[in-house]
């Protein structure tokens, strides 16, 4: 989870850290400290340096409390998270050359960190996820499982992102239910479950149309309240020849 901030501020084998290593922990405070916090001066770092002295706790203490951490007694990966943030800051505020590249080098930086790139989307573990997240989704499974992969992408966008559990978090008035079987498509279709199916598919279409009116409609609105109150610069106009 540090990683690329470890990879930022150059921290040597940033992928073999383990935080719930002790040893590994007092010696990455002390490389932040040494290489790019330096909140102390070199004499006042002794304590903090000798991680095997059994008051280094102390001097942990105290260098949290000197350096005004909000999580004076939080775990290790908080501290470690937050410090290495003040460090990336710091460096950041020392040479800000070193981490502004140009949009099209930080695409390519991204098109390289992307880990979808490395995902093999054929895989039978792959096909066994998508599977397993659309049975707890509950969307139905398509023979091909990139379909199902469309299908729970479209649900999580309409019914569970942010815009839309802000929504549905919203007071709505109840609606009246639809009895399919008492409205009259104009479908003449003989068997009865095709035709159920094919009367929810034309309500569907006419719902989407009301909604495509409504917004055609407040389109309308807003571009008449526009031409209907011009503002008008009297700087520009002139009396006589």
């Known amino acids: 989870m540090f990683k690329r901030k470890l990879q930022a501020l150059g ?3 940033p992928e073999t850290l383990n935080t719930a290593d002790e040893k590994q922990f007092r010696n990455t405070i ?5 290489q790019k ?3 102390y ?5 002794e304590l903090l340096r000798n991680t095997a002295n059994e008051k280094w706790g102390q001097g942990y203490q105290q260098y949290l409390k000197d350096l005004d951490c909000p999580f004076p007694n939080g775990s290790q990966p908080e501290v470690l998270d937050w ?3 003040l ?5 950041f505020n020392e040479k800000p050359e070193s981490y502004t590249a ?3 080098v930080q695409e390519q930086t991204y098109v ?4 979808l790139d490395n995902l093999d989307f054929e895989s039978e573990d792959f096909k066994a996820g998508v599977n397993q997240l659309a049975d707890v989704l509950q969307v139905p499974r398509h023979p091909h499982h990139l379909v199902t992969l469309e299908g729970i992408c479209i649900l999580i966008q309409e019914k569970l992102s942010q815009e839309a559990l802000k929504e549905a978090s919203k007071s709505k008035k109840p609606g009246n239910p639809v009895q399919l079987d008492s409205v009259n498509f104009g479908l003449d279709i003989k068997a009865l479950n095709v035709c159920q199916a094919a009367n929810v598919l034309r309500y569907l279409f006419i719902h989407d149309l009301r909604d495509l009116q409504t917004k055609i409609n407040e389109c309308l609105v807003s571009v008449q309240a526009l031409t209907a109150n011009p503002k008008t610069d009297t700087k520009l106009g002139k009396v006589g020849y």
């Open 41 to 45: 001066k070199i004499e006042e770092r």
């Open 102 to 104: 140009s949009p099209k």
């Open 37 to 39: 916090i330096r909140r």
């Open 87 to 91: 460090a990336v800051q710091l460096e």
């Open 112 to 115: 390289k960190l992307n880990p």
């Open 30 to 34: 002390v490389w932040l400290e040494d």
């Open 11 to 13: 921290f040597p084998n």
């Open 83 to 85: 410090l290495l943030g």
